[in-house]
């Protein structure tokens, strides 16, 4: 069981920056791919950045390559995105999520998700 509670979530004018943690409780977090989706309203869930489980490699969707970076501590069972050059399209919710042991963050790319947090709301003003 992995259960992930995300913070840093809020109102931003547009080029600005924000970070996103998730605090990951649970054995298996340091074994697993992790990542981030988000949800606009009247859109579908959308994979945003993954990370595997040793922080080695990275993967992004298009529209956030060259101003999200994701990392993770595996010590602290944290995952952070670090978001800049907001854009007002960034705006949804923000959803972390934890990877089954084998799937990668190929597998979190194509939606193969076991946990997710509760998610936070990110709000970017044109």
């Known amino acids: 069981q992995v259960q992930l509670v995300e913070s840093g979530g809020g ?16 054995r298996t977090f340091s074994s697993r791919a992790m990542g981030w989706f988000r949800q606009a309203p009247g859109k579908e869930r959308e994979f945003v950045a ?18 999200f970076t994701i990392s993770r501590d595996n010590a ?4 952070l995105l670090q978001m800049n050059s907001l854009k007002p399209e960034d705006t ?18 194509r939606g193969m998700v ?3 947090g509760q998610g936070t709301q990110v709000t970017v003003s044109s």
């Open 11 to 26: 109102l931003v004018q547009a080029g600005g920056s924000l970070r996103l943690s998730c605090a990951a409780s649970g």
């Open 50 to 67: 993954g990370v595997t489980w040793s922080g080695g490699t990275t993967v992004y969707t298009e529209a956030v390559q060259g101003r």
């Open 76 to 79: 602290k069972n944290v995952v």
């Open 92 to 109: 949804a919710v923000y959803y972390c999520a934890a990877a089954p042991s084998a799937a990668g963050a190929s597998g979190l790319r």
């Open 114 to 116: 076991d946990y997710w």
